[in-house]
C-alpha cells in the first residue's frame, strides 16, 4: 500500500484501530486512482504529474507496489527506470529483484539479464537468498552460463553463499545435464568454511555421479552422508536402489528398500516405479506385481508412469489378461491413461499375438477418448500389422502418419521396408527406402541393415556394397546389424573370403562381432571350405567370450554329415545333448540313415 500523509486533522483525535482504518481507506482510494491513470495513459508525463498529485512518495515500497499492478511489461520497466533517476533516490536489491521477477514472468529474457547485470553493478548488497532466485530465474530460462557467470561474480565481490544458494546453482546444473561441473561445485562447496553439504547437496550429487556411471563413487557418497549424520531423504533411496539395479545387484537394490523402511522413511510412487521397473528388468516379473499390490495394501497411490512401467513389464512377459486389468483398473485409482498407456496396450495385444483387429479397436477407443496418438503408437501399429502380413493396411497408417504431420519415423519404415522384403517386394522396399532418406536426409543404421539384408537376398549384392559405402560416406557408422546383413549377402553369392575380410574390418573399427556374425562365416566356411576351417571356426568360438549355440553346433554338424564324417558327427551330437542344444532334424535323419548303410556295409546277412 502507499503511504500518505493525511490533509484531516481530526485523524489525530481518533483512536489507533479507527485512524488505521481511515488511513488504509484513503490509501486504497489513491492506489485505485492512480492504477487507473497507469492503465489508460502508461508511463508518461501524465503519469508523473499523479504522483505530484496524489503525494506519493517515491521509495522503495512504492516501486514494489507499483511493479505488482497488471499494466504492461513496457510500462513497468519505465517506471523503473524513471524512479532510479530521481533525486535522493536509489535502487536497492528489492526493487531490482521485483523488476527481475516482472521480466521473468513476462518472458522478457534480454531486459531480464541487462537488469541483471544492472544490479550487479550498483552497490546493492545481494543476499544468498536474492543470489539463489537470480541463479534459478535464470536457469529456467536456460541461460546456465549466464547464471553461473552471475554466482561466481556475487560470490567473489560481497556475498557469502549458503548451503540454498549451492544447491540452487547444483540443481540447476542437474537440470541442464552438466553433471560434471556439479562434481567441481561440490568441491568448491567443501571448501567454504561457514557452507555444509545437506541432504539436498548430496542427492544431487549421488545422481550426477549415477548419470555419469560412476557408480562406486554414488555409493560411496551415499554412506559418506549417512557418517555426517544426514538423514536419507526418499528421493536419495530411489537413487541408489536405481544404481544397483543397472550393476544387477538386485539383491542389494531390495536392501535399500528395507533399509529405507527400517529407518521409517516412507517409499514413493517414485520409489514403488523404479523398483517395479527394476525388479521387472530382472525377469522377476511376478515379484514386481506382488510388490504392486502390496504397495496398494500399504495405501501408496500409483500414478500414471508406475502403470505404464507395470504394464509393459506384463506386457512384454505375455500376460495380457493382466496389462487389461490393470487398465480397466485405473479409474478406481483416479488415475487417466495417456497416450503411453494406449500404446503400452496396443504392443502387449500384438506381442500376445492377439488378433490384430483388437489392437485396431483400442486404437480406435483411445482417439475416441480424445488422446491424441504419438509417432510410437503408429510405429507400434505399423510394425504389429507387418508381423501379422497386412502390410497394405500398415502402408495406409504410414500414409496416415504423414496426413497428420508426423515426422518420417525410421522404426515405422524399418518394420514395412522389412516385410516388402520378406514378400520378394524389392522394388516396393527400395521406392520406400529412397522415400525415407528424401523425406528425412538420411536414414538409420538399422534401416540400412534391413535393405542390405534385402538386397543380398535377392542376389543385387552390388547394391547392398553401394549402400553399406554410402551410409558410411554419410557418417552414418554401420553397426553389428548392418555388417552381419552385409556378411550374410557375401556368403550367399559364396564370396566367403571376402566376408572373412569384412568381419576382421568390423572389429578393427571397434564393433564387436555377436553370435550371429560367427555363424554367418561359420555357415560360410562349412559350406566352401568343408569342415576342416568350419571345425577351426568353431574351436576358437569355444575359447572366446562368444560361445556357440545351437545354430553353431547345426551347422558344423551339417557339414560333418556332408563329408560323411560320421563318427565325428556323433561326438558332436553328444556334446550338444550335454549343452542342452537339440540338433536340426533334417540334419539328424540323414545322419542316421547313412549310419544306417555304413552298418549294413560293415555287417552282411548270413
Known amino acids: 500500500m502507499f503511504l500518505v500523509q493525511s490533509p484531516d486533522n481530526r485523524v489525530e483525535n481518533l483512536p489507533m484501530n479507527r485512524k488505521l482504518l481511515r488511513r488504509d481507506l484513503s490509501v486504497r482510494r489513491l492506489d485505485e486512482r492512480f492504477i487507473r491513470i497507469l492503465k489508460i495513459f502508461k508511463w508518461g508525463p501524465d503519469a508523473e504529474k499523479a504522483l505530484e498529485v496524489l503525494k506519493l512518495k517515491v521509495d522503495h515500497r512504492l516501486i514494489r507496489e507499483v511493479l505488482k499492478i497488471d499494466v504492461e511489461i513496457s510500462v513497468k520497466i519505465q517506471f523503473f527506470k524513471w524512479a532510479g533517476k530521481r533525486r535522493n533516490f536509489e535502487h536497492d536489491s528489492t526493487t531490482y529483484m521485483a523488476l527481475i521477477h516482472c521480466l521473468n514472468e513476462a518472458r522478457c529474457f534480454g531486459e531480464l539479464w541487462r537488469t541483471i547485470q544492472d544490479l550487479v553493478r550498483s552497490r546493492c ?70 557452507c555444509f553439504p545437506d541432504t539436498v547437496t548430496f542427492t544431487a550429487l549421488v545422481s550426477a555421479l549415477g548419470k555419469l556411471g560412476r557408480y562406486d563413487s554414488a555409493i560411496g557418497l551415499f554412506e559418506e552422508m549417512k557418517e555426517n549424520g544426514l538423514q536419507p531423504n526418499p528421493k536419495i533411496y530411489t537413487i541408489l536402489m536405481g544404481i544397483y539395479f543397472k550393476l ?54 500409483p500414478d500414471v508412469v508406475l502403470i505404464n512401467n507395470l504394464m509393459n513389464i506384463l506386457g512384454k512377459a505375455g500376460r495380457l489378461e493382466d496389462v487389461i486389468k490393470l487398465f480397466n483398473d485405473m479409474k478406481s485409482w483416479q488415475c487417466t491413461p495417456n ?194 576351417r568350419a571345425m577351426e571356426m568353431f574351436i576358437k568360438m569355444k575359447d572366446s567370450k562368444i560361445k556357440p549355440d545351437a545354430v553353431s553346433y547345426n551347422t558344423l554338424l551339417g557339414s560333418l554329415s556332408r563329408a560323411g564324417m560320421f563318427e565325428e558327427a556323433a561326438q558332436l551330437m553328444k556334446e550338444m545333448t550335454s549343452k542342452g542344444f537339440d540338433y536340426d532334424l533334417i540334419t539328424y535323419s540323414s545322419i542316421l540313415e547313412a549310419v544306417g548303410k555304413v552298418d549294413e556295409d560293415h555287417n552282411p546277412v548270413i
Open 125 to 194: 548488497v545481494i543476499s544468498p537468498a536474492e543470489l539463489s532466485e537470480i541463479v534459478k530465474i535464470l536457469g529456467r530460462a536456460k541461460m546456465v552460463n549466464k547464471a553461473l557467470s552471475i554466482f561466481c561474480l556475487i560470490k567473489a565481490r560481497r556475498c557469502k553463499p549458503t548451503s540454498n544458494t549451492y544447491n540452487s546453482v547444483i540443481l540447476m546444473l542437474m537440470q541442464q545435464g552438466q553433471y560434471e561441473k556439479v562434481q567441481e561445485l561440490y568441491n568448491e562447496m567443501c571448501n567454504e568454511s561457514n
Open 248 to 301: 544387477g545387484k538386485v539383491e542389494k537394490a531390495l536392501g535399500i528398500v528395507e533399509e529405507m523402511k527400517a529407518k521409517g522413511c516412507v517409499p514413493t510412487v517414485f520409489t514403488y516405479t523404479e523398483l517395479i521397473k527394476g525388479i521387472g528388468k530382472s525377469g522377476r516379473v511376478a515379484e514386481a506385481y506382488s510388490i504392486f499390490m502390496n504397495m496398494l495394501k500399504e495405501g501408496c497411490k
Open 339 to 532: 497416450v503411453v498407456t494406449y500404446n503400452t496396450v496396443i504392443k502387449a495385444l500384438f506381442e500376445s499375438k492377439a488378433p490384430a483387429s483388437e489392437a485396431a479397436s483400442w486404437f480406435d477407443r483411445m482417439t475416441a477418448n480424445g488422446i491424441i496418438p504419438s509417432s510410437f503408437t503408429y510405429s507400434i501399429l505399423i510394425d504389429g500389422f507387418c508381423k501379422t502380413n497386412r502390410v497394405e493396411k500398415a502402408l495406409l497408417l504410414l500414409e496416415e502418419m504423414d496426413e497428420k504431420g508426423f515426422p518420417p519415423s525410421p522404426a515405422a519404415y524399418c518394420s514395412l521396408i522389412n516385410s516388402l522384403g520378406k514378400a520378394k517386394r524389392y522394388e516396393a522396399a527400395k521406392e520406400l527406402f529412397q522415400e525415407l532418406k528424401e523425406n528425412c536426409g538420411d536414414s538409420s543404421a538399422r534401416v540400412y541393415a534391413v535393405m542390405i539384408k534385402h538386397l543380398g537376398k535377392s542376389g543385387r549384392l552390388s547394391e547392398a556394397v553401394d549402400l553399406f559405402n554410402e551410409m558410411k560416406k554419410l557418417g552414418c557408422n554401420p553397426d553389428v546389424y548392418t555388417y552381419n546383413a552385409l556378411m550374410s549377402g557375401m556368403v550367399r553369392a559364396g564370396m566367403i573370403n571376402e566376408a572373412h575380410s569384412l568381419f576382421r574390418t568390423m572389429e578393427q573399427n571397434g564393433c564387436n562381432p555377436d553370435i550371429n556374425s560367427q555363424n554367418i562365416i561359420l555357415n560360410g566356411l562349412a559350406r566352401t571350405g568343408g569342415p576342416k
